[in-house]
């Protein structure tokens, strides 16, 4: 009997540090993957549960933590190409630093490589 497989095991961005990148290969089919990293109902599984999400550019929406109503993560989706990239930013109400995360997924052997970057931009209200 084969396992289920469950969105939670890809990597999640909560435990990067500044400027990471992970790397892992799953034996599921890019559609499968990218469900994953689209599905508000699996997102939740596995990371935070966003409001208003859609992978459109443009799109902003929140993950918000269960504890709290108020801490939320704000987010806008900069780029989206169906089963190959996903790219949105992410800042936290109570550290407002801004990061992007990126996460690419390509096709390997009978599975999937999904690749995640995690970049910090910085604070939106500091000035350079």
Do not use: H
């Not at 699996?42 to 859609?54: A, D, K, V």
């Not at 459109?56 to 990239?85: K, Y």
Request: overall charge positive; proline content about 7%.
């Amino acid at each position: 009997m084969c396992r289920r497989w469950r969105p939670k095991d890809l990597y999640s961005p909560r435990r990067w540090r500044r400027n990471s990148r992970r790397a892992r290969t799953v034996e599921r089919d890019l559609p499968t993957v990218w469900r994953a990293l689209t599905d508000p109902d699996l997102l939740e599984q596995w990371l935070l549960r966003p409001t208003g999400f859609t992978a459109s550019v443009g799109t902003r929406f929140r993950f918000t933590t269960p504890a709290s109503s108020i801490d939320e993560i704000s987010c806008e989706v900069l780029a989206a190409r169906r089963c190959v990239q996903l790219t949105y930013s992410w800042m936290y109400s109570r550290a407002p630093a801004r990061w992007i995360v990126d996460w690419t997924i390509r096709p390997q052997g009978s599975g999937t490589n999904s690749r995640a970057m995690v970049g910090y931009v910085g604070d939106p209200e500091r000035r350079s």
